[in-house]
C-alpha cells in the first residue's frame, strides 16, 4: 500500500514544470523557442546550433543558464525574464490536484529550476497558489540547477527541510539522485516508466497517485453489532 511509505513524510516538495500540470500543456516547447532566440542574439549562431548548444548545456551544466552564465557571463535575471515571458493563458485550475495536495499532512513546498516569478504565475494559472507554504525558483539557490547538490542544499536549508522526513516529487529522473541520497522518498512523476535505483514510486497522474498516498495505512475499525 503506497501510504505505508509515506507515514513519516512532514514536507513534501514539488518541481514545477511538467509536475504540477501535464506535458501536454507545451510550455517547454514555448520555452525552448525563446531558449534559441536568446542564444542566437547572444552568439550569432543559427537556430539549430543554438538549440543544440542549450541541450549541451543542459547535459553538462544542469541547465541552459548555468552553462550560459559559466561561458558568456550571462545576467541570470535578464535570461529569466526572457525566456520565461510566455503565454500560459491555456492553464487551466485543477482542483482535483489542489485537493490532494491540501489533504498531504505537513508543509508544502515547490522547488524549480525556473524563476520564482514563473512559479508564482503557473501556480495561479492552475489554482494551486494557496496549496504551497513556499515557493524557491533558481535564484534561491544561488542559480546553481537540480540536479546538483548545491542547489538542493541551498534551498533545503533555507526551508529548513530535513531530508530523511520529506518526500520530492520530480519529472526529470536525475533530480531525483540526490534527493534519494539524503535520504528523501523519491516520486517520478512521468509517463514513460523509468528503472533507476534512486527512484522509489513512479506514477503518471499525479492526483491519483497523492490520493493513494493520504488513504488512512490502517483499516477502519469494523462497527460492533449492536445488541
Known sequence: MVATHFTHIDTW?????????PPSAGLFALMDARFSAYVTRLTGMNHDRALQLCVEYWRSHGSTLAGLM???????????????????????????LARAIDALPGRKVVFTN??????????????????FDAVYGVEHADFKPKPTAAAFSTVFTKDGITPQKSA????????????????????????????????????????????????PVFPARAKRPMS
Open 114 to 131: 525556473g524563476s520564482h516569478n514563473h512559479a508564482k504565475r503557473v501556480l495561479a494559472a492552475r489554482g494551486l497558489t494557496r496549496q
Open 168 to 215: 520530492m516529487f520530480e519529472d526529470e529522473a536525475r533530480n531525483l539522485a540526490v534527493p534519494h541520497q539524503l535520504g528523501m522518498r523519491t516520486v517520478l512523476v512521468h509517463p514513460q516508466p523509468d528503472t533507476a535505483d534512486h527512484i522509489h514510486h513512479q506514477t503518471s497522474d499525479l492526483t491519483d497517485f497523492l490520493s493513494q498516498v493520504v488513504r
Open 13 to 21: 516538495v514539488f518541481d514545477l514544470d511538467n509536475t504540477l500540470y
Open 70 to 96: 559559466a561561458d558568456y557571463d550571462v545576467d541570470p535575471h535578464e535570461f529569466l525574464a526572457d525566456v520565461h515571458d510566455i503565454d500560459i493563458s491555456h492553464l487551466r485550475p485543477d482542483p482535483g
